[in-house]
């Protein structure tokens, strides 16, 4: 009974992801589970052929979001909104370097999408000089597709690339704001505004901790310009935070969450540290 709670904590329950899928009419084998969590399950897929059409990628990245009931609700219709959300979203990022390149739905709560080669800031030692530049040129093309990204606090979402290149991952609370929205337009341009003011400021905080010296005078300062969403974001997140974690330790101490939870422990405590 105990451990049937705990599986009810991921977002895919026991059944996790499928072995295989197909896209594009070629066929690919689950490799790894990069995550797993309340929200939803991401998996890296290998090409089982070497004989494929020149467009599919080799590997791909299938995300399903929630789809497991919880306490005896219904959740698919909330992986559906989140799937539909973060397809959106990521389309409206086409054909933009740095940005994985979306491949299509997988039933009602997935995103298929093309995997990126690299290693995260969580795990890389020493980063190009010019990392950061680069970084900032490509939350830059962002911003000017009217996207806030809303989770650049997260290392493990930024990538240098095989390429030499920054990339960011993972998309799914990323907002798309423009005028369309049913606000003023002063509302909306405000807005968008100081919530891209916070990718800015997290992305200086990374550069400040990682290679500070190489930060300029203005960058230091914007490292430390907290504004009004950042400090809402702490005040509501960071009790939330800790108050999960609290729980999913003690649910795995007392054998109720299943043995994966132990190596996702440290992840998610330096993920939670990032955002301090």
Not at 39 to 47: N, P
Not at 141 to 166: C, E, Q
């Amino acid at each position: 009974m105990g451990r049937a709670l705990g599986y009810q904590l991921y977002a895919c329950g026991r059944n996790g992801l499928p072995a295989r899928v197909s896209w594009d009419g070629c066929s690919y084998r689950l490799r790894h589970i990069l995550k797993h969590d309340f929200f939803a399950a991401t998996g890296l897929y290998h090409a089982e052929s070497h004989r494929w059409p020149p467009e599919a990628p080799a590997k791909i990245v299938l995300k399903l979001s929630r789809q497991q009931h919880f306490l005896g609700l219904p959740l698919t219709w909330m992986g559906a909104i989140f799937a539909e959300h973060e397809f959106a979203v990521m389309q409206c990022l086409t054909n933009l370097r740095g940005v994985p390149r979306v491949l299509g739905r997988y039933g009602k709560t997935g995103v298929i999408y093309q995997y990126i080669e690299g290693r995260s800031l969580k795990e890389l030692e020493e980063l190009p000089d010019d990392f950061f530049d680069q970084l900032l040129e490509l939350l830059g093309r962002i911003h000017a597709r009217n996207v806030v990204y809303l989770d650049m606090n997260k290392r493990s979402n930024i990538l240098l690339g095989a390429d030499g290149r920054p990339h960011l991952i993972d998309f799914q609370i990323s907002l798309y704001i423009d005028g369309q929205m049913p606000l003023w337009d002063g509302v909306t341009n405000y807005l968008r505004r100081i919530l891209q003011q916070a990718d800015i400021y997290h992305l200086f905080k990374h550069k400040r901790r990682l290679v500070p010296h190489l930060l300029t005078e203005q960058e230091r300062i914007l490292s430390r310009r907290r504004n009004l969403a950042i400090e809402v974001h702490r005040l509501v997140a960071t009790p939330l935070r800790r108050l999960r974690r609290l729980v999913a330790n003690a649910l795995y101490d007392n054998g109720i969450l299943p043995d994966e939870h132990r190596r996702r422990r440290d992840s998610c405590h330096n993920d939670g540290a990032e955002s301090a």
